[in-house]
């Protein structure tokens, strides 16, 4: 089955630091353009960073620059995010997202996992 | 600007048309893609490159753009429907993902 599943989340207090995980399956990893997308309660969407397929592009969200890295393992078909210096307004649901950008004009999230809850609060 | 601006709420009658849109000037330059989100689930894409459905998307769907503006219009709605839409593009460097804040569409 081709799917995403982030784990790692949880509650952690401001100033913490915090490791989320992004497990692929049913296609092949390492073809992918991978990001990282959250949703505060109740809010709307916001993109976090981005990584390419082989590793050589990262961007960031100006929110999170400088506090948050993303990496990924290939060979073990995993995505992370490593979140330091957490604050009260990053509480979110993260998303893990393909992206498909063959033949298009503007690549797209075709692919997304069910999402992890981050509580920062003390 | 490096915003994308939707109306919050938006409503319609079962088995209406309505229009949702999005404005920013990022969309001078890079196609919308529409996502929609239905509660405790994650977002789904309905249109992407302005005005292409994904296989599965019914045909109900369809997209435009203008300018600064992009559109996604839903012909004869149905209840399941009733959904967040997000809009979203590229920034002017075309490297940062923009989201809408969402519109919020209610059946009547």
């Known amino acids: 089955e081709v799917q995403l599943v982030e784990s790692g989340g949880g509650q952690v207090q401001p100033g913490g630091s915090l490791r989320l995980s992004c497990a692929a399956s049913g296609f092949t990893f390492s073809d992918y353009n991978m990001n990282w997308v959250r949703q505060a309660p109740g809010k709307g969407l916001e993109w976090v960073s981005f990584?390419?397929?082989?590793?050589?592009?990262?961007y960031y969200a100006d929110s999170v620059k400088g506090r948050f890295t993303v990496s990924r393992d290939n060979a073990g078909k995993s995505l992370y995010l490593e979140m330091t210096s957490l604050r009260v307004e990053d509480t979110a649901v993260y998303y893990c997202a393909r992206e498909h950008d063959s033949g298009v004009y503007v690549p797209y999230f075709d692919l997304w996992g069910q999402g992890t809850l981050v509580t920062v609060s003390s | 600007s490096s915003e994308l601006t939707q109306d919050p709420d938006v409503s319609v009658a079962l088995g209406q048309t309505v229009r949702i849109t999005c404005q920013g000037d990022?969309?001078?330059?890079?196609?919308a893609t529409w996502y929609q989100q239905k509660p405790g689930q994650a977002p789904v894409v309905v249109i992407y490159d302005k005005n292409k459905r994904p296989s599965g998307i019914p045909d109900r769907f369809s997209g435009a753009a203008s300018e600064k503006t992009a559109s996604l219009t839903i012909t004869g709605t149905q209840a399941e429907d009733e959904a967040d839409y997000y809009c979203y593009s590229r920034d002017s460097t075309g490297n940062h993902v923009l989201f809408g804040g969402g519109t919020r569409l209610t059946v009547l």
């Open positions: 990584i390419s397929s082989s590793d050589d592009y990262i």
């Open positions: 990022s969309l001078r330059d890079f196609y």
